[in-house]
């Protein structure tokens, strides 16, 4: 085995392209490159992204190889790790994603509620495709997705390509962790381990404990039941931290709330309280809208700065620190680590009161043959209601994709928790449907 690998990063166009590029150039130690490749069906949207990251890699590791290409045979041939992580559709379809909703009163998220849903059925047949292609031209390669709305992308690639080697990944839960251990007085996330359960975006924590097996929930606890997970910088005002995210970290007070035993994931804010979160976004400038004046203007705008002075010299582009768990994946696999990790896998009776073909998010031992989902047992009544609510939903999307059914998708909707009735799901459907002409199939 060559023990340097070859990865193409999918989505090369990506504002978390130069992210996860740094992070590989500073984890070469742990997970030797030996070529870079990305792929896009946009060309001028990664040439600028690709232009900046060839003037990084030379800089910082001349020795790895480095091409971008919208061609899929160039981009998939010899390679071991295909990096997902495309947004079909772009920013203007999140953008509708987010508003149309908005129009009912209805909480407009990238992937929760009627916005998710309207994603799902874009993003299905793109992250599909980029199976497909990685199987042609590299049968042995490993597909690590982040291509949201992951829980729905998952639930497609279990239904349609059950043998492909594929795991569905989520940052969340690694940022909140970091936030745990900060509050509990540890130097990483990495010093805990944890017991956790749900779908993505919909998950609970129920024992996080220190190496040495010490309980740290009563100290976690303590600290979320005042302050949600934000800490002590941000609760000074911080300059740094992004207003919305603050909001958010902040409102785990509230979601924790509901069962105090454990920890929730920050994504369910939309699901329970659904109309703070209609009450405090401008139905005219929505979370697309901040992200396409912050993130994305200034990736590229100093992507394009980088390529033009043709230096990294004082750049501004900063690590992904978040996204060094997907070089923890890959080594997993590559070196047989059976690292522990939460990922989204088939359940097979690790929550052994839930449907065992539901895609659920738990902790895994990964090694070479892929996942082994660690048991966590029964859940209870509250989170089961919710959860089978909640994949019900997950389920009817992807059925509605394969069969093009409108009768289906109007069923996902109303199954949502976030969506009031079913006439207002109607409403919804039929505008999102006209919205997504484009991207999903026709329905019948
Ligand atoms: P972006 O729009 O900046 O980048 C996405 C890129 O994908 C674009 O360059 C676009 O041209 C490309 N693309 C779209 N369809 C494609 C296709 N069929 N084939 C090849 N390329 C295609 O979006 P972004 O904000 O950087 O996010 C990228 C994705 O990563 C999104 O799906 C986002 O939700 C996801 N994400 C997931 C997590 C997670 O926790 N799982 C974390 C961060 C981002
Ligand atoms: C978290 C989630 C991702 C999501 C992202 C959105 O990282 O885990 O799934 O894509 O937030 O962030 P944004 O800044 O684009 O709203
Ligand atoms: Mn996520």
């Not at 500073?26 to 600028?48: A, C, M, V």
């Not at 940052?171 to 359960?197: C, H, Q, T, V």
């Not at 009817?396 to 069969?403: D, P, S, T």
């Amino acid at each position: 085995m060559n023990q340097s690998s070859s990865i193409v990063i999918a989505g090369g166009g990506s504002t978390f392209t130069p992210g996860i590029v740094l992070m590989l150039l500073d984890n070469l130690d742990r997970f030797p490159i030996r070529q870079i490749k990305f792929y896009d069906n946009l060309y001028e949207r990664q040439q600028q992204v690709a232009d900046a990251c060839e003037v990084i890699i030379r800089e910082k590791a001349p020795e790895i190889q480095f091409v971008a290409t919208t061609d899929p045979e160039e981009a998939f041939t010899d390679v071991d790790f295909v990096m997902a992580h495309i947004r079909v559709g772009l920013y203007a379809m999140r953008e509708k994603d987010e508003k149309i909703p908005l129009k009912y009163g209805v909480v407009g998220q990238e992937t929760c509620g009627p916005g998710g849903i309207a994603y799902g059925m874009r993003s299905i047949g793109g992250v599909l495709e980029i199976v497909d292609y990685m199987e042609k031209y590299s049968p042995d390669a490993w597909m690590l997705n982040y291509s949201n709305p992951a829980a729905i992308v998952a639930e497609a690639t279990r239904r349609l390509r059950p043998n492909s080697k594929i795991i569905n990944i989520c940052d969340m839960p690694i940022g909140i962790e970091d936030r745990m251990a900060k509050a509990a007085g540890l130097a990483s996330r990495k010093d805990m381990e944890i017991r956790y359960f749900g779908l993505n975006h919909f998950g609970w924590w129920t024992d996080i404990r220190d190496k040495q097996g010490n309980d740290l929930m009563p100290k976690i606890r303590e600290h979320v039941k005042q302050h949600g997970y934000l800490l002590e910088e941000e609760m000074e005002g911080s300059q740094h931290s992004d207003e919305s995210w603050v909001q958010t970290f902040g409102k785990a007070k509230e979601v924790f709330e509901l069962d105090p035993t454990t920890m929730p994931n920050t994504y369910l804010k939309y699901y329970f309280f659904p109309q703070d979160e209609v009450a405090h976004t401008n139905p005219e400038y929505t979370r697309a809208n901040q992200v396409m004046a912050s993130r994305e203007k200034h990736v590229f705008s100093e992507c394009n700065r980088i390529a033009h002075v043709n230096t990294s010299d004082g750049m501004t582009l900063e690590i992904d620190e978040h996204a060094s768990y997907i070089v923890d994946l890959a080594r997993a696999i590559k070196f047989n680590t059976h690292e522990r990790m939460l990922l989204i896998v088939p359940n097979n009776g690790a929550i052994s009161n839930f449907d065992e073909t539901a895609m659920v998010e738990v902790p895994c031992i990964l090694g070479a043959n892929g996942p082994e989902p660690l048991t966590q047992g029964k859940i209870p009544q509250f989170q089961k209601g919710l959860m089978e609510q909640q994949v019900s939903v997950e389920k009817l999307v992807v059925e509605a994709w394969i069969e093009g059914s409108y009768q289906k998708l109007w069923q996902a909707l109303i199954l949502s928790r976030i969506v009031p009735d079913a006439r207002t799901a109607k409403q919804l459907l039929d505008e999102l449907y006209e919205a997504n002409k484009d991207f999903w199939p026709e329905l019948n």
